[in-house]
Structure formats: structure tokens, C-alpha cells
């Protein structure tokens, strides 16, 4: 089994930034994809940001680029999400997800493991 650990949530302004962490623990495998995933309230869970092991490969929401950075550290099995120019519709939870294969998929059943996820709230 994975376990998977998110940090980094709160509350910021419009404007400002967070880093979200997600540490991986338990089984690892030679490939993986993780990412994030993230629901506002009343709206379906939408795909944030992925990145494949190494980092060779990354994707993102269109709502999202040019605005957040996915990356990885292999050595701490650890995937970071860092957000800036946050807006008011960037609140949500914010899942950490991870699967066994690659490539990066942006569909929620296409991963494996999921963190409990944390609270992203900023205000306008």
C-alpha cells in the first residue's frame, strides 16, 4: 500500500502563494505519475497538475497554467504543488494522487492512491 501525505494548505489572499507538499510512503514502484486533484464545493473534482517520475513529463489544467508549477523530488518520493497569483476560484481541497503506471492521466479514476486532502481557501 502507499500512503500519501499532503501539507502547505491555508488561507492567502487573491495574489499571493502556496506551496503544497505530498509525501509518498509504503510500496514505490520503477514508474508512477502523481499529481493533484482538486473540488470546490458543489462542483465535481477537477485535475489540477501531474508530473511522471523524474520529472521528464508534466500537465496541467488550462485554469491553471502559467500560474502553478508540479514538480518531484525522487529522493524523498515527495511531489510539490507551488501556486502562485492565487485567485478566489482556486479555493478548494486539494488531493494528492498517485498511480503505478505513467503517463499522467487527468481523469480521477485513473489513479491509484489519494492523500485526505487540504484546504485551499483564499479570499478576494
Known amino acids: 500500500q502507499v500512503q500519501l501525505i499532503e501539507s502547505g494548505g491555508g488561507l492567502v489572499q487573491a495574489g499571493g502563494s502556496l506551496r503544497l507538499s505530498c509525501a509518498a510512503s509504503g510500496r514505490t514502484f520503477s514508474n508512477y505519475a502523481m499529481g493533484w486533484f482538486r473540488q470546490a464545493p458543489g462542483k465535481e473534482r477537477e485535475f489540477v497538475a501531474g508530473?511522471?517520475?523524474?520529472?521528464?513529463?508534466?500537465r496541467y489544467a488550462d485554469s491553471v497554467k502559467g500560474r502553478f508549477t508540479v514538480s518531484g523530488d525522487n529522493a524523498k518520493n515527495t511531489v510539490y504543488l507551488q501556486m502562485n497569483s492565487l485567485k478566489p476560484e482556486d479555493t478548494a481541497v486539494y488531493y494528492c494522487v498517485a498511480r503505478t503506471s505513467v503517463p499522467i492521466s487527468t481523469v480521477s479514476y485513473g489513479y491509484d492512491y489519494w492523500g485526505q486532502g487540504t484546504q485551499v481557501t483564499v479570499s478576494s
Open positions: 508530473v511522471s517520475r523524474g520529472g521528464s513529463s508534466t
